[in-house]
């Protein structure tokens, strides 16, 4: 038998010393062929010619794993495996079979019975068979160092033993002292916990604040917001065709003003967690539609050239989606892509189409971003350059919101620039069901325009003056006749000398609120058949409901819309009319 080979290894534990690998076969070459394969991995590798042979060496040492045929005579590999996992020594010595047959099954199950890890057939493959060993030998170093670990674990629990048991017995001594200081130590922990809990609670109330601001903000917005939508609604119905300039120009702010308020209440509402989306089938053209007419002021006013360049087939791909939402996704990158070139420079909107998804495309040819800089797009409130935001607008959330929405429809939105001036690619990538119920196109979702009916008589309240005079105008425009009250305390009092139809009230007044005078003019003589209509700059679902609680039938958002408004009006019992727009779910009076 041949002296068994050792491989020097670098220095350390006993962990890392070479492993004990036991090649048994009958035959020589065999023997010599698996030595000459296993020498490069370093282990300790002795032979045995028979399976007595073998037993006999497991009685000197411990062995990694063992290496045996299964065909040889006088014991054969089975019975030698069997053998060797009866002594409790040796039960969890891995053996590796060796077998230059077809072993069937039943062998195989016998085998697996008998303790065996593997097998490994004749012809050897000397890469299958080395990599086999060396993980059976890394496991048996790893259970070595376990083993050596729990050993001075042993060691140093029967020191900590003996040192508690030492100090105990000098606590035992002092037993008040050390009472006295647990409870100042009980004292300490207390504290620590209540200023923890103190720390939690105000950065609740921080964001309950931050929550409140941005509402609050936009409520102080919509308040000029109103006076210049209503105002652009008069310069509209005056047919002054000298004032269309400055009608279009009021109209494109406005509309600016409205989406920066609504990117700050979809901002706060995505951090709540609140941000909800009223998905169906809709066909992707009609989307891209509505977002080009949402920037087309923006493109006419910037001398910038829109390029469609749809695949066929791909713009009319059916998407599950919230079509306002994702329109305000495609508006959002068109408005970037004219605010970030220069004018007289082409925009391009593209769509093409895949098993299973639709792309859309916005590409300018601006200012272009580095790779910094497109790494960071999507992060809230990030801006590329402050000067540049500066002198260009926007709030730096806009981009956030889009990415967070078309997630939200199970998609991506991605940047691709090649640098500065060479502008940038944005590509919204949406999943298209396998079978999409009828698309809901635009022309279907948007509201009709009902038509003017005269003879309604109006009250309109509100503490601030230019928002309730411009309501009044448009009104009187639609053919109504108007009454304004600008004080809440004599709201009841027009009221019953008037005897208005329907009643427009601003929620947010000084002395009096909106939901106390809507109480009191319910109380008073037509009460019953008096249309209340909430005009507010507070949109959220619990102030929809108070509205309603305090016995409003309608909860208008300023700035109003005109249709909205003229179909309120239409809807009363002196007129026939269209659905109610807007309901707070209060029946009709």
Known sequence: MAAPVSRERPPGTAAD??????????????????????????????????????????????FAVILLDVNMPDLDGFETAAMIHQHPRFEKTPIVFVTAVNVSDLDRIRGYELGAVDYVTVPVIPEILRSKVS????????????????????????????????????????????????????????????????????????????????????????????????????????????RSALRRMMERQTRLLVRLIDDLL???????????????????????????????????????????????????????????????????????????????????LAARGGAGWIEATVADHGIGLTAEQAARIFEPFHQVDAAIERSRGGLGIGLTLARQIVEMHGGTLTVHSDGLGHGSRFSVRLPVPAEAAPAITAAARAPQAAAVVAGCRALVIDDNHDSADTLAMLLQLLGHEVRCVYDPLQANAVASEFVPDVVFLDLGMPRMSGHEVARVLRAGGRGSTLVLVAVTGWGQPEERRRTHDAGFDHHLVKPVELEVVARICAGLPMAAAPAEPQPTGRAKH
Request: proline letters at 3%; aromatic letters at 2%.
């Open 17 to 62: 010393a070479p492993a004990s690998v036991l090649l048994v076969d009958d035959q020589p070459a065999r023997l010599l062929a698996y030595r000459a394969i296993l020498e490069p991995l370093g282990e300790d590798l002795h032979e045995a010619s028979s399976g007595r042979a073998a037993l006999g060496q497991l009685m000197q040492r411990d």
């Open 135 to 242: 993980v059976l030998c890394e496991l048996h170093r790893k259970r070595r160092e376990l083993q050596a670990a729990n050993e001075e674990l042993a060691v140093a629990n029967d020191a900590l033993r003996t040192e508690k048991a030492r100090e105990l017995q000098q606590l035992n001594h002092s037993l008040h002292l050390a009472n006295e200081m647990l409870a100042a130590r009980n004292e300490e922990l207390l504290r620590q916990v209540r200023e923890r809990e103190s720390a939690e609670q105000q950065l609740i109330e921080l964001g309950r604040r931050k929550d409140e601001f941005l509402a609050m903000l936009a409520h102080e917005l919509r308040n000029p917001l109103a006076a210049l939508s209503n105002a652009i609604h008069v310069l509209e119905l005056s047919r002054d065709e000298d």
């Open 266 to 348: 979809d901002a706060a509402r995505i951090g709540r967690g609140k941000l909800a989306l009223k998905a169906a089938p809709i066909a992707l053209k009609s989307v891209l539609d509505a977002a080009v007419e949402t920037v087309s002021p923006l493109l006419t006013a910037g001398g910038r050239l829109l390029q469609l360049d749809f695949e066929p087939g791909a713009a009319e791909s059916i998407v599950q989606a919230d079509p306002e939402r994702l329109s305000q996704v495609f508006s959002n990158l068109l408005s970037n892509a004219v605010k970030y070139s220069d004018s007289g420079t082409g925009i391009t």
